[in-house]
């Protein structure tokens, strides 16, 4: 790590003493995907003598190492080395992303030799014996994210490359949301000479299948700053957007008005919906103290807090960061349970700081925060609980503007190399399900690719203490079975226990709530039979309750087929999925 001094911490440094320690514990997180966390590490600390050591950590499921100064004045850093030598050609998932971007792409499956693109984290590398690699970071505070790269000197070498600190930004990008960086200084960071920089992580997984309840980028992040955290509540929402808020059968014309919200708003008090998301269009993106013109947004959330329903604000977050305390103030005072917060597309010091900063003032006012348009989890939901999800992910909203759209070979790849980091808020439950044929990109009618039961699995298979329902309620109320299964599932979880799972093929885990399992699979466009055994349950006997692809699914991806058998521990049942299909299941005792 060379400073803007001309030091250098690392090279040619004086080795003083070292210090190895271990831990054996358990993490209790406020939410997740386990109850507890088993917490299993050896630990050398290397100190030298020009007053910075650097820590490395071994763990079951990966390795760490991090750097710490003891620099008594600030300091700028001028440049970090990272640098992965692999054994091998191997293949890896690159996810392209430069400085500037939505870090919201399609992966890039190649050997390393082949991929000329810098990569976001996590990046995945298969091993040929099986064994997998994911590069990561973690605690990310005050600092520039990390991404990697080929190193064209070097065979089978990752270089790790940061963005500079901003000079000079400006507004512009899609309808001037963004604030673009124009010129940058030559340095990554300035920052405090006391401090323990972020975890370099590499994940090591025997198989596909253990990348599905890895922890290593939680455990390593920083414990919760924030002090008491119990009204911090993960839910569900409705969510306005994707349906571009087209209700049918209404006597009202839908949009941006009191009656739309106040019907969304009845919607989720009915099924038990925790939020309700107004995103953008409820105000002016550029004043969040002005509503739009045909929304009363006081009789809004006077009726939202008679109905026990939380609302949820979008904003343009440069916006956001210009009248940061006036508008949290003002939602305080309307009672506004969270923001999402879009359009950062960079992780810079300044917006990495931006993260931490918003965090704070929402928890000065009991308000979760969602990011969208977001940089990758690094741990940031254990140190500021109220970060309750992250996008980061080319999600569910691409089918409505991409021409491509998102495929189920993307949903299936998310599981093993995205949710490594953490949650994503990739919003699913389209209930206009297309085979790859009929699929279309219609804005305003939206549709997914591939079947309901595809759809409905990811209720299981992806983690979202802030779940969306991204379709209409109308749609919704149209199908109550699916209402019912939506509207039970849990968001956060006891146990995960991952089954037979390949990358970017197909993916299968089984999750516990209390006395309740349920099951999700999820297939790309191949039709496949899969077989599981029972045997994470318990003694005893379980309704199962499926949702499975329909005889004409492959046809009309809508078709799906519930079932309700008797099951017990052990038992063998099929899965058969149709190309882009699905299958849930929940088993009650």
Known sequence: ??????????????????????????????????????????????????????????????????????????????????QYRLAGDWPAYFHPSDFLGSFESDYLYKP????????????????????????????????PGLYLKRDSTQ????????????????????????????????????????????WRVVVVAQNDREL???????????????????????????????????????????????????????????????????????????????SASKLDMDEVVRYAKQ???????????????????????????????GVKVDFMDRDDQVVVNFYERLLREAAKRKMLVNYHGAYKPTGLQRTFPNNINRESVKGLEWNKFNPQGITPEHDVTLPFIRM??????????????????????????????????HQLAMFVVYHAPLQMLADAPTAYEREPDVLKFLTTVPVTWDEVVPLDSKVADYVTI???????????????????????KLDFLVDGTYQMDVFRDGPNAERVGSDYVREVKTVRKGETVTIPMAAGGGWVARFSK
Not at 511 to 531: E, F, N, P, Q
Request: hydrophobic share 40%; aromatic share 12%.
């Open 420 to 453: 490594l980091a953490g949650s994503m808020d990739y919003t699913p439950g389209a209930m206009t399900n297309m085979n790859k044929d009929n699929w279309r990109m219609i804005f305003e009618q939206p549709m997914s690719q591939g079947t309901r039961a």
């Open 510 to 532: 089984a999750r516990r709530k209390g006395d309740t399992w349920y099951l999700g699979s999820m297939t790309d466009w191949t039709a496949r039979d899969l077989s599981v």
């Open 307 to 337: 109905k026990n329903v939380g609302l949820i604000l979008w904003c343009v977050w440069h916006t956001l960061d210009r009248q940061m305390l006036p508008a949290l103030d003002q939602f305080a005072k309307w009672g506004i349970a």
């Open 112 to 143: 390393l030799s082949q991929q000329t693109q810098q990569s976001s984290l996590p990046l995945l590398a298969e091993v040929p014996n099986g064994v997998r690699l994911a590069f990561l970071e973690s605690d990310l505070l005050d600092y």
């Open 1 to 82: 790590m060379t400073l803007t001094d001309g030091r250098t911490l690392g090279r040619n440094s004086t080795f003083r003493k070292q210090t190895v320690a271990n831990a054996n514990r358990a993490v209790t997180p406020l939410y997740g995907i386990t109850q507890t966390i088993p917490e299993r590490y050896n630990e050398l600390r290397l100190d030298f003598r020009e007053n910075f050591s650097i820590i490395f950590r071994a763990y079951n499921e990966g390795v760490a190492y991090r750097f710490v100064t003891n620099l008594r004045d600030s300091i700028r850093v001028q440049r970090e080395e990272v």
């Open 212 to 290: 599905l309840n890895n922890q290593l980028v939680y455990l390593l992040a920083s414990e919760n700053k924030l002090g008491d955290v119990s009204w911090v509540k993960p839910g569900k929402v409705a969510w306005d957007w994707w349906s571009a808020n087209n209700l049918t059968g209404v006597p009202f014309t839908s949009g941006f008005n009191t009656e739309t919200y106040k019907y969304f708003i009845d919607f989720a008090a009915r099924n038990g919906i925790e939020y309700v998301n107004l995103d953008e269009g409820w105000s002016d993106q550029f004043d969040l103290l002005k």
């Open 155 to 198: 065979a089978n070498t990752l270089m790790g490359l940061l963005p500079a600190y901003p000079k000079r930004v400006e507004q512009g990008g899609h309808m001037k949301f963004n604030m673009l960086v124009r010129e940058r200084e030559p340095y990554l960071a300035r920052t405090v000479g006391t401090r323990a920089f972020p």
